[in-house]
C-alpha cells in the first residue's frame, strides 16, 4: 500500500498519467509506437529518446516514469515486435495445423521469410532482442516433448538452441551476405537438433507454405 | 606504396609507434592486456577508456591509432579471450583426438566449464563477442561433414546454429540461473543438429573429461 501511494504520487507529478493502470498501458503502448515510428524513419541503430520524446509528445520525466533506461524501452519494442508479428501474422496461419513438428517448422518458416524481407528488422531483433522465452514457440516444443516427437536432453536445452539459432541467423541475414536456401537450411538444422528425423523434416518441409496477408492499417 | 607512406606518417605523429608492424602488434596486444586487467578489475561493463588509457599507458591518440572505437577494443579483446582459451587450453587436451565428433564435443564441454566458473566471462563473451568463425571448431565441423560423420543441410546453417547456442548458452550461463547437467545438454543438443545419433553421443559423453591445467604466469 505504501509503494502503491509512492507510486501514484510519482505518477501524480505529470498530468498525463494520473488515470489508473489503463491509462498507463496506454500511454507505454504509445511511447512504443512513437518508438516504432522513429526507428522506421532514422534507422534504428540512430535514433535517441529525443526522437522518441517529440515523436510521442512526452516530457523526458514521462518516458522515465514508463521506462528505466532507453535500453529497455529498445527491449520491450524489440520484443512486442516479435510478439506482433508471431499474434497477429503467424499463429493464424497455423491454427489448422496441429503436430508440434509441424507448427515450429512452419511457424520458423514464415518468421524468416518476414526477416528476409528487412535487414534492419533482423539486425535490431537480432541485437536487441534478449528476453524470456515467447509463449507460442515454447509450447509447442514443450507439447512436442511430451508425444516425444522432439527428443531433446531438456526443454531448456532446446529453447537456448531454438532461440540462439534464430538470433545467430537474423545477425546473418541482417549483413544481406546469405547463401541460397539458408532460411529453409536454419529451419532444419534447428529440427534436426530437436531430434526430428531427416526424412520427416524433407516431409514437412515439401509442404506449400502458406501467404501472409498484408495488414489493413 | 602510397598507403604505406600515409600509414607510416601518421604512426609517426606518436613516437612510440614509429618503429613498424612489429612493433604495432606488440602495442595492440598491450592495449588489450590493458583492458583485460581493466575488466578484471573493474569489471567488464563498468570499464571506461579512460581506464584503458591508464593502464597501458598511452595517450588517446596512440589508442585511436589502434582502435576505430571502444567497441572494435571489446570485440578483439573478446575474440582474443576464446582464441587464447581454444589455442592455449583446448586444443593442446585434443591432440590425441582425431574424430571431428569427438573433438568438438570435448571441445565443447570443456569451453563450457571454464564459462561456469566465471560468469562476467560468459556476460561479456555472450554479448560483445560477434566477429567471424573460429579455426579450430570450423575445421571440425568442415571435416565432420566430408566424412558424413555430421549430416547438416549446409555448412553456413551447421555454424550458425552452433554459434548461436554456444553464445545463448553463455547468456543463459551469466544470470547464474541453469539447470543440472545444462552445459552438458547444449553441448548434446548441438550435436543433434549436426545430426549426430543420439547413441554416438552418449558414447562420446560417458569418457571422461581431459583436464584443464592452470597456466603457469
Known amino acids: 500500500m505504501a509503494m502503491s501511494k509512492v507510486k501514484t504520487k510519482k505518477l ?3 498530468h498525463r498519467t494520473q488515470v489508473g493502470v489503463q491509462r498507463r498501458k496506454k500511454t507505454e503502448a504509445l511511447i ?24 510521442a509528445d512526452i516530457s523526458r520525466g514521462t518516458f522515465y516514469n514508463y521506462f528505466d533506461s532507453v535500453e529497455q524501452l ?23 495445423q496441429v503436430d508440434p513438428a ?8 514464415l518468421f524468416f521469410q518476414r526477416a528476409e524481407a528487412d535487414r534492419e528488422w533482423c539486425r535490431f531483433i537480432g541485437r536487441i ?5 515467447l509463449d507460442a514457440p515454447s509450447k509447442d516444443i ?7 516427437i522432439f527428443t531433446v536432453p531438456s526443454f531448456d536445452a532446446a529453447l537456448t538452441m531454438q532461440r540462439g539459432t534464430i538470433r545467430e541467423a537474423l545477425l546473418r541475414i541482417a549483413t544481406g ?3 541460397k536456401r539458408y532460411s529453409d537450411q536454419i529451419t532444419e538444422v534447428i529440427m534436426q537438433g530437436l531430434g526430428v ?18 495488414r489493413a492499417r
Do not use: H, Y
Not at 509441424?102 to 518458416?109: I, K, P, V
Not at 532482442?129 to 522465452?133: E, Q
Open 177 to 179: 551476405d546469405i547463401p
Open 12 to 14: 501524480c507529478s505529470d
Open 32 to 55: 512504443i509506437r512513437a518508438a516504432l515510428n522513429v526507428f522506421a524513419e532514422k534507422g534504428r541503430d540512430g535514433a535517441v529518446i529525443d526522437d522518441v520524446l517529440v515523436a
Open 129 to 133: 532482442w534478449t528476453i524470456g522465452p
Open 197 to 214: 528425423g531427416k526424412l520427416r523434416i524433407a516431409e514437412i518441409m515439401s509442404k506449400p507454405l502458406p501467404v501472409i496477408k498484408q
Open 142 to 148: 514443450r507439447r512436442g516433448m511430451r508425444l516425444k
Open 74 to 96: 529498445l527491449e520491450r519494442t524489440s520484443r512486442w515486435m516479435v510478439e506482433d508479428l508471431i499474434a497477429n501474422f503467424i499463429e493464424p496461419l497455423l491454427i489448422m
Open 102 to 109: 509441424e507448427r515450429l517448422c512452419t511457424g520458423l518458416r
